[in-house]
T-cell receptor
Framework: ETGVTQTPRHLVMGMTNKKSLKCEQH?????MYWYKQSAKKPLELMFV???????ENNSVPSRFSPECPNSSHLFLHLHTLQPEDSALYLC??????????????FGPGTRLTVT | GNSVTQMEGPVTLSEEAFLTINCTYT??????LFWYVQYPGEGLQLLLK?????DKGSNKGFEATYRKETTSFHLEKGSVQVSDSAVYFC??????????FGRGTSLIVHP
């Protein structure tokens, strides 16, 4: 595997379910990000991790819980979601979160549908 | 705070037409500027970047010049192809952990 991978690619869950999204980067980067992409809305940054420490939490509801066990893996744990949480969830990585010149590398996303 | 403004589109062109997608920004200091492209069913990927004033980023026939005096980073291509149909995002990174993205511009190229 190369680049940034995300699993699953598609997920349908009920409002009472608990599920997790997984992201893995194979680039040796130190920063990882979760984004939410909804139709007709701007890209929303949810969380930023730098060297496994969460450095930004962009006012995200507590039903979304991130976890970064090491610099290569990032999870987003989901519970009691709402239909408006249906969206494409994108994971990204970069060499360092605090350096402005580094670009981000994105995974293909997980298409989440909450029923 | 930082912000990026770009036209939402869709921009509809015929093949081989000239493309311009405008991007202007607000930021303190000296941010780095990026253009990302998102093809249907995929994540975003870097198209080009510029890290200081007057730098020109270029890739796959696309170009953009970092203009500090007009706070702009317009994307151009001399001759678009059907395969360029995608959504294009202007972004900046400056002085914080948080990248700032524009709302994206959809480009549709007809044969």
């Amino acid at each position: 595997e190369t680049g940034v991978t995300q699993t699953p690619r598609h997920l349908v869950m009920g409002m009472t379910n608990k599920k997790s999204l997984k992201c893995e980067q194979h680039l040796g980067h130190n920063a990882m990000y979760w984004y939410k992409q909804s139709a007709k809305k701007p890209l929303e940054l949810m969380f930023v991790y730098s060297l496994e420490e969460r450095v930004e939490n962009n006012s995200v509801p507590s039903r979304f819980s991130p976890e970064c066990p090491n610099s290569s893996h990032l999870f987003l744990h989901l519970h009691t979601l709402q239909p408006e949480d249906s969206a494409l969830y994108l994971c990204a990585s970069s060499q360092a979160a605090g350096t402005d010149t580094y670009e981000q590398y994105f995974g293909p996303g997980t298409r989440l549908t909450v029923t | 705070g930082n912000s990026v403004t770009q036209m939402e589109g869709p921009v509809t062109l015929s093949e081989e037409a000239f493309l311009t997608i405008n991007c202007t920004y607000t930021a303190t200091g000296y941010p780095s500027l990026f253009w990302y492209v998102q093809y249907p069913g995929e994540g975003l990927q870097l198209l080009l970047k510029a890290t200081k004033a007057d730098d020109k980023g270029s890739n796959k026939g696309f170009e953009a010049t970092y203009r500090k005096e007009t706070t702009s980073f317009h994307l151009e291509k001399g001759s678009v192809q059907v395969s360029d149909s995608a959504v294009y995002f202007c972004a900046l990174k400056g002085g914080s952990y948080i990248p700032t993205f524009g709302r994206g511009t959809s480009l549709i190229v007809h044969p």
